[in-house]
């Protein structure tokens, strides 16, 4: 009902009114959480470090979430509101929040994509680079890199493998390399045999078939990952991840011989 009443403003010609800017908070998607878009660093050379530094003057680390807008000094909530209630001008983010409350979302690896891809749009029509054509350059780069971040974000967590690389991050247990964990040879043994399938296979049955066994090894490891997650286990979860790589890294593999079988063909 409330997306049928959301089309209708649209079509109305209302949408700016219905999303005004200086009322723009994550209140209205979901009542029991709020969200502040932000910025968070999660190791060198990421978008944060590079966003930092080539726009120091629009990226903050505040003691509080209510400061003081950048252009009229009118106090602003950032927990509520993206843009000043006065001057209506484009808040700077925070760096020091992570990419789960940019969506007013809890760190969980269990994740409802279809409300994550929901509150991404809004943001992403809110704060589009286009919608601050006319504005200021100060604001337009702030909207420049409010899109960067909401896109990062999104293809983080919209992504299982990279959302729970990203979990064990934020929680102080990275990892960064598959061989940082010592896996059981009877796993490599597997993971090896079926690589080798792979580079025999010659027609698209054989590929199907292995590719539908892989997507339900993944399917299995998502389930369990997120059983050590939700129990905070976290070497199993480190473990769970490691072997998603190994399958994902197949999955990408099946994807790579298919295209090549198709062209193969024409």
């Avoid at 919608?131 to 992504?159: C, M, P």
């Avoid at 102080?172 to 079926?194: N, T, V, Y």
Wanted: charged share 30%.
């Amino acid at each position: 009902m409330a997306a049928n009443v959301f089309s209708r403003i649209c079509t109305r010609g209302f949408l700016r009114s219905y999303t005004s800017k200086s009322h723009l908070h994550f209140d209205s998607l979901n009542p029991s959480q709020s969200c502040v878009v932000s910025n968070h660093g999660i190791g060198k050379n990421t978008f944060l470090e590079y966003y930092c530094k080539k726009f120091s003057t629009t990226a903050q680390k505040y003691d509080s979430d209510s400061v003081s807008c950048w252009k009229c000094g009118v106090t602003v909530d950032l927990k509520k509101v993206l843009f000043c209630n006065y001057c209506e001008v484009v808040q700077k983010p925070k760096y020091d929040v992570d990419f789960f409350e940019i969506f007013g979302m809890k760190q969980t690896f269990e994740v409802d994509n279809r409300e994550l891809t929901k509150k991404f749009r809004l943001l992403q029509m809110q704060l589009h680079p286009d919608r601050f054509s006319q504005k200021s350059e100060e604001e337009k780069q702030i909207s420049a890199g409010y899109s960067s971040l909401l896109n990062q974000a999104y293809k983080t967590l919209s992504s299982p493998l990279e959302r729970g690389l990203y979990l064990l991050q934020i929680q102080g247990h990275a990892l960064s390399d598959e061989g940082e964990i010592i896996m059981d040879p009877e796993f490599l043994s597997e993971i090896m045999e079926i690589n080798e399938e792979i580079h025999e296979v010659e027609d698209h049955e054989s590929l199907q078939r292995l590719q539908k066994t892989n997507t339900i090894e993944l399917e299995n490891l998502f389930r369990k990952a997120a059983d050590h997650f939700r129990n905070n286990d976290w070497e199993s979860a480190r473990e769970c991840v490691a072997k998603l790589k190994y399958y994902n890294k197949i999955q990408r593999r099946i994807k790579e011989i298919e295209q090549e079988l198709v062209e193969k063909e024409n």
